[in-house]
């Protein structure tokens, strides 16, 4: 079966119509990221051919982003040379269609011929399930199960089992088939066919038994529950006289209109209490508010008083303020003239000792230019040595890692060897007959060494299997194969024949590498920043020389000048002398503009408060202030005490809150009537259950109960033991039928050992009468398959699909493998023996690989196809 093309649109996530053809007849490489589309893209390949187009359930095909869209799904592909072309549409308007050569099918008819073509049966409703799936559900593996084999080659053993008879040309065992299926049909009437369960009839009286029990478990409760329902009545009864007779809750509500009365006349004395309290603070405000004014009309008479006296002070000030800014102004014009005659003699001195600083520099350059020219005549020798040692260490160098390694796995051969030998078992013997030991005929004396299981067979006694039990000899002569090929990858790796060698060869090299080093830092002492650089530095220490030499020229006569530092004391001096100066002039300046200042604005200020008092409204609005701030001191005095008065008679009623206990009162008095009319419905109802129910009635219907389940135990007996004879049945007939089957395993165990070599070379793997994988033989070491690790379990899943895949195609079944992420747990190493073992089976079959890994797959001469580049050769075929 070669798949061709493949069209999807509306399909989960896939909204856009995607087209995969140009398929090729081997491998095909399918890649992409994580949540791009690849495994959407194998399960519409199942869900095309497996599932039926009008089944419910597939809801969820529906785009979340599309609700309105109809799942749809086409494929061409070809068998046996012979064009078929499928579409399906689900969900909704759902058709179905077949193209077969030039014929064409729709509906049921296309699905029934589409399932005996491919290998697969229908179900009879609701979605496909595993045991339908048949050779696809073998063939074609969702992500994460290609390790779990087991159960799809259960579900596809009969298509095997037809294809290794086919093979072997003997006959597929019908008969016994037939006979098989037809006890297990009366035998799936009573228990499951998997777990062994009732059903059918069984099951019904296992549910008919259970539900009565369940009855008589209710009724026996009602029983029960009748007496204590008899005795509650009675105590709701006498509850409800006694409230009825004491009617407690009028006595809360009385309580409870008393606080609340309280209440009402605790209100009138805080009200009494707030009024007082606000004419307070009201008479409080408006007298502080007088004081104030009256304080400041106060202020204005004294201000009037002192103002005369600091205007004739200040108007004294002023005129000696005036005499000092003179004497400041002739002061000034003295120092600045003396400053001018230091700043020249000042010049001078500086000139004459920048001359002779020039040429101290100018001899310290002519130093430094002889320095560095010998420097750089060793920074050129240092620097060809370099260069040398490095060609040298570069040719010598070793992954000194990989030596420590080297050594090490020496180092663990040698124990490893030596607990080899000790742990082999050994044999002596002294023979006067010939016996058989593993099929070879031994006699007379020796000795026997046993690395393994050893079959020694006794003429006239039978067989003796002997396994070594002192130590697991497979893992040792494993972990011995693993370390010596380690230790030839390294000596590949290292290039040398021998630790020896390479450790020889390590210390050239490191010696080498310290002589480097050791002319490295000598190159970097004499030029720091490469030899280019220190040229250029001595470019630049003689041009520096030359400029200096200058600069030097450049001087004028400095003849008759005196020393730069008395040149700059004098300065100094002068400075000081005309800061002094110019301080003493501006505090002048200053005081006599204050000075006046203070002049002007006290007497304004005297002339304002003058008139403000001679006014006669100020006159008389002070005379009515001062007898309203009379008044208001009365006012303030007898609301104080009357405040005092409120409070106390506030501090009488205490600080409980009556409206509180009212609210509690009433609240209490709601809950006890609620519970007396409570207790009167629950006591009505209760009767009326009682009366309802009666307790002869409830005897009558557990004996009725109790015979039931009588009755239905003894068919259950009878039931169980058909069962039980059925099952005894199928067994004695699966038996000889499996013994017939065990002659057809040959063809499989040879063509999964075939591709098993490849990856495991000294492994076998073993299946059981369902021709189902069990185990791995490895050496001596024999392990359950689902013993092994989650990546083993994987990989050979894969390799027993290629060969179920190989016996199918032999026997002229259709065959197609689809794998979506596989081989996710493999090393390296491994991962490259699969990749062969693919190539191997892709030129008998179409492989389509789904990855999330190009890169590694990508050395198997086969293009890679990615996702992102099919929707966007999709879209613009659109």
């Known amino acids: 079966m070669i798949l061709e093309s493949i069209t999807i649109q ?117 979605l496909t ?60 009437r009573l228990i499951t066919s998997q777990a062994r369960k009732p059903t059918g009839e069984l099951a019904s009286v296992e549910k008919e038994i259970e539900s009565l029990n369940g009855q008589r478990l209710t009724l026996e409760q009602a029983n029960r529950d009748f007496d204590e329902d008899i005795v509650r009545l009675g105590k709701l009864q006498r509850e409800h006289d006694i409230g009825e007779r004491e009617r407690p809750w009028e006595a809360l509500r009385q309580k409870a209109a008393a606080a609340l009365a309280q209440a009402q006349q605790n209100d009138v004395l805080r009200r009494e209490h707030d009024e007082i309290a606000q004419k307070l603070r009201f008479a409080e405000t408006e007298h502080r508010s007088l004081l104030e004014q009256e304080q400041f009309a106060a202020s204005v008479e004294a201000s009037v008083a002192s103002d005369g006296r600091e205007a004739d002070k200040a108007e004294a000030v002023a005129a000696q303020a005036g005499a000092a800014h003179e004497r400041a102004q002739a002061s000034d014009a003295f120092a600045q003239k003396a400053g001018e005659q230091a700043q020249h003699a000042y010049s001078k001195a500086i000139a004459a000792e920048r001359a002779t600083e020039l040429r101290a520099q100018a001899q310290t350059q002519q130093t430094d230019v002889a320095r560095i020219d010998a420097a750089l005549a060793r920074a050129v020798e240092s620097n060809d040595r370099l260069l040398e040692l490095t060609r040298v260490a570069a040719n010598l160098e070793l992954d000194e890692k990989k030596i420590r390694r080297l050594q090490q ?43 393994g299981r050893k079959t020694i067979g006794l003429p006239g006694f039978g067989e003796l299997t002997i396994v070594p039990g002192m130590l697991d000899l497979s893992a040792l002569d494993t972990q011995l194969q693993a370390l010596e090929a380690e230790r030839d990858k390294l000596l590949l790796a290292l290039g040398v024949d021998s630790h020896a060698q390479g450790a020889g060869q390590l210390a050239r090299w490191k010696s080498a590498c310290v002589e480097r080093d050791n002319h490295a830092q000598m190159l970097k002492t004499h030029a720091p920043d490469g030899v280019d650089a220190l040229r250029g530095e001595l470019e630049q220490a003689r041009g520096r020389l030359g400029a200096t030499q200058a600069k030097l020229d450049a001087l004028g006569d400095a003849t008759g000048a005196i020393p730069v530092a008395q040149a700059k004391d004098a300065v100094d001096a002068a400075r000081v002398q005309v800061e002094t100066a110019r301080a003493a002039l501006l505090d002048a300046a200053t005081a006599k503009a204050q000075a006046v200042a203070s002049v002007t604005g006290i007497r304004e200020r005297l002339q304002v408060n003058e008139a403000r008092l001679k006014d006669p409204a100020f006159i008389d609005e002070r005379r009515r202030r001062q007898a309203a701030l009379v008044e208001k001191k009365s006012y303030i005095d007898e609301y104080t005490r009357n405040l005092e008065t409120a409070a106390q008679r506030l501090n009488a009623i205490g600080e409980d809150d009556p409206r509180a206990d009212a609210e509690r009162y009433n609240r209490s008095a709601e809950l006890e009537h609620q519970q007396h009319l409570e207790r009167q419905r629950n006591a009505g109802l209760l009767r009326t259950r009682l009366e309802t129910l009666g307790g002869t009635e409830l005897g009558v219907r557990l004996a009725q109960t109790a015979a039931a389940i009588e009755q239905a135990e003894a068919r259950r007996a009878d039931l169980r033991m058909r069962a039980d004879a059925l099952s005894l ?79 199918l195609k032999d026997a002229g079944k259709p065959t197609l493998l689809l794998f979506d992420d596989a081989i996710v747990h493999t ?52």
């Not at 996530?13 to 890649?31: A, C, F, P």
């Not at 109809?70 to 070809?78: A, K, M, N, R, S």
């Not at 049921?108 to 589409?114: F, M, N, P, S």
């Not at 990856?759 to 359950?784: H, I």
Request: charged share 25%; proline share 4%.
């Open 729 to 807: 049945l199928e067994q004695v007939l699966v038996e000889e039928r499996d013994t017939a089957v065990a002659t057809l395993r040959k063809p499989l165990t040879d063509r999964v050992n075939h591709y098993l070599r490849r990856v495991f070379p000294t492994g076998a793997l073993t299946v059981d009468e369902s021709l189902s994988p069990v185990g791995l033989m490895r050496g001596a070491s024999d392990e359950a398959f689902e013993s092994l690790s989650y990546g083993t379990q994987e990989q050979l899943g894969l390799l027993v699909r290629l060969a179920y895949a190989d016996l």
């Open 10 to 126: 509306n399909f989960r996530k896939l909204t856009d119509r995607i087209v995969i053809d140009g398929l090729e007849s081997g491998l095909n490489l399918i890649s992409g990221p994580n949540e791009a589309g690849k495994s959407t893209i194998a399960e519409a390949v199942r869900t095309v051919f497996l599932d039926r187009y009008k089944v419910s359930g597939l809801e969820a095909l529906v785009p979340a982003a599309r609700p309105d869209g109809l799942p749809t799904v086409e494929v061409g592909f070809d068998i046996g040379g012979t064009k078929h072309h499928l579409v399906k549409q689900f969900v909704k308007k759902q058709r179905c269609n077949l193209r077969v050569g030039n014929k064409t099918f729709d509906g049921d008819e296309a699905e029934a011929i589409l399932a005996d073509t491919i290998g697969f049966t229908r179900p009879r409703q609701g």
């Open 827 to 878: 090393d390296e190493e491994r991962r490259e023996s699969i990749k062969r073992a693919l190539l191997d089976a892709s030129t008998r079959h179409q492989i389509l690989v789904f990855t999330c890994h190009p890169s590694a797959w990508s050395d198997l001469g086969v293009k890679q196809r990615r996702l992102e580049d099919i929707k966007a050769a999709s879209r613009l075929a659109v």
């Open 129 to 188: 399930r595993a045991e339908n799936a048949g050779i696809p559900g073998l063939l074609w593996v969702r992500q994460g199960q290609t390790g779990e084999v087991r159960k799809p080659g259960e579900h596809a053993s009969a298509h095997v089992r037809a294809a290794l008879s086919q093979l072997t040309g003997g006959e597929t065992p019908g008969g016994d088939d037939a006979l098989i299926a037809a006890v297990q049909k009366d035998l799936f």
């Open 409 to 451: 796995v020496s180092d663990e051969l040698v124990p490893l060897q030596a607990q080899k030998n000790a742990a082999l078992t050994r044999i002596e013997y002294r023979l006067s007959a010939a016996i058989m030991v593993d099929g070879a005929p031994v006699q007379g004396d020796g000795t026997l060494v046993l690395d």
